[in-house]
């Protein structure tokens, strides 16, 4: 079963949308089953933040600053992790920079 988030790119005709869909939603579910609780909640608020844009709750803008923040905390939580969640930490804020950020949302401008 699908996401509501990712209707937001069935709905998408540009070209790697497809793409950009498989992978966040690869990198969401590996971040949601990490053992480290931190990474496990900013992969749940992201998803959550999606689902809320496709849902028309909040606009790319409003989830632009929310996903900057989750970034930001996360690129900072790195330091205090072990090894493995430093990597799963790491991975999740590459994961939301070129998804989101760069991909998704260029698609959607």
Known sequence: ?????EEL???LKAEGAGRLKGELATLL???????????????????LYMNQLAAGKV???QVEGYLLDIKDLTALQTIKLSVAGKAS???????????????LFKLLA
């Open 89 to 103: 930490a790491q991975r999740l804020v590459k994961g939301i920079e070129d998804l989101i950020l760069n991909g």
């Open 1 to 5: 079963m699908s996401s509501i988030w």
């Open 29 to 47: 579910k590996s971040a949601k089953a990490d053992s480290e609780v931190f990474v496990k909640k900013q992969a749940e608020k992201t998803e």
């Open 59 to 61: 606009n790319v803008k």
């Open 9 to 11: 790119f069935n709905g």
